[in-house]
């Protein structure tokens, strides 16, 4: 069995960076309902993940999205993080939300929208310097919606030129983080659909890209974790957008619809050793909470992926290989099944209880009052959201 201290200790190094934007109003394309105390600056916004943090302990970080998140002084916004308990993480470039753009932006067939997004992802890179941040995550809306409307080898040009300008603005410790989607907003070809597409631009771009697998962009029923343990192999595997989907991109709590699938990931995370940040895996949070409370949606995802975590810990690795090696194959799928079978919240909760926090993050925040407060104080003003 795996040592019980040595598991402890990964959860409570275990790091995730939530995201500005969920603490946000956000919808459909049918209706956004607007939930009261939401923040109305980017500021309230880290105050709302810094509570996050406070009651998970394992969230100290909180990534941005430009402009939504623009000010004028990002050292005094990170100041502000700090004194809340969190930092500033990834900044996340947006170059989908422009009348421009609806050809394409570093891919659009015109030179000049072009020059603009190239433009804005390189604002972003200025905008990491003065945050600290390393990395700079990109995703591209850009493709096409009917054959013939472009030509599909001259896009993957542009996006190249594109990349390879921002790489050569990246600081020594700064990288680019490529995140692929399969379908929406387009609907014939999006210019990054796959990992196979991120992994052949961050290949040719060099050691400081690498892909980001965000859980929702991908055609249901694909094998998640058999790319995560193929880019882990390759050392192009630069972190996750978590959340869960039945149908597209959901983006709803991680680990709602389908646990299975999010320990499965998990399992080779903890087979690759990329577990602690030092493996520089950035596991990050991309969610919207259209329905419920935004930061108990948060907790809740948090937990989901530390209960995943702990899961995966749980494995008998040496009981498994044996079993592989003994080539038994039920053997083999047993051990894996008896550490997701495990019921892992007491673990965990007494993890939390020697951190000195509550066992109970959601119970603890309800009882903290906050929700009421910024209901209370958080009045006036434009709250946050998509703009979409
Ligand atoms: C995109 C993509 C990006 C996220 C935006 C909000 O679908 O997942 O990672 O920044 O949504
Ligand atoms: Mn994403």
Not at 38 to 55: G, L, M, S
Request: charged fraction near 20%.
């Amino acid at each position: 069995m795996p040592d019980l201290d040595t598991i402890k200790a990964e959860l409570r190094a275990q790091r995730i960076e939530l995201p500005s934007w969920a603490f946000g109003n956000s919808g459909t394309r049918f209706k956004v309902f607007p939930q009261a105390g939401v923040p109305r600056t980017p500021p309230e916004k880290i105050a709302d993940a810094a509570q996050v943090h406070a009651y998970t302990g394992v969230a100290p970080s909180v990534a941005l999205h430009i402009p939504w998140d623009r000010v004028d002084d990002y050292a005094e916004l990170g100041r502000n993080a700090k004194d809340l308990g969190v930092e500033l993480g990834t900044i996340n470039a947006n170059v989908f939300q422009d009348n421009d753009y609806m050809l394409g932006s570093v891919t659009n067939p015109d030179p000049a929208v072009r020059r603009k997004a190239l433009g804005h992802l390189l604002e972003c890179v200025d905008i990491m310097d003065q945050t600290g941040s390393r990395d700079l995550k990109l995703w591209f809306s850009d493709g096409t919606n009917y054959p013939g409307q472009d030509d599909i080898a001259a896009r993957q040009g542009r996006l190249s030129e594109a990349l390879h300008a921002v790489y050569e603005r990246l600081g020594a410790d700064q990288r680019i983080l490529l995140e692929y989607k399969l379908f929406e907003p387009a609907f014939y070809t999006m210019d990054v659909p796959d990992w196979g597409t991120a992994y052949a631009h961050c290949v040719e771009l060099g050691p400081k890209a690498a892909v980001v697998v965000d859980t929702g962009h991908h055609a249901p029923g694909t094998n998640i974790e058999f790319i995560v343990a193929v880019l882990l192999r390759k050392g192009k595997l630069g972190g996750f957008d978590f959340n869960s989907r039945f149908y597209a991109d959901d983006d709803l709590m991680v680990g709602a619809a389908d646990p299975f699938q999010l320990f499965r990931i998990m399992a080779e995370v903890v087979a690759g050793h990329a577990l602690r940040p030092a493996a520089g895996i950035a596991f990050m949070l991309d969610q919207c909470h259209n329905i419920e409370p935004k930061i108990p949606g948060q907790i809740r995802s948090v937990m989901n992926v530390q209960e995943a975590t702990a899961k995966a810990l749980l494995i008998d690795r040496s009981a498994l290989s044996a079993a592989q090696r003994a080539r038994d194959v039920l053997g083999a799928n047993a051990v894996f099944m008896d550490a997701y079978n495990t019921d892992v919240r007491p673990l965990l909760a007494g993890v939390r209880t020697e951190q000195g926090l509550d066992p109970d993050p959601v119970a603890a925040y309800a009882a903290s009052g906050y929700a009421e407060r910024i209901v209370a104080e958080r009045v006036g003003g434009t709250a946050a959201g998509w703009g979409a």
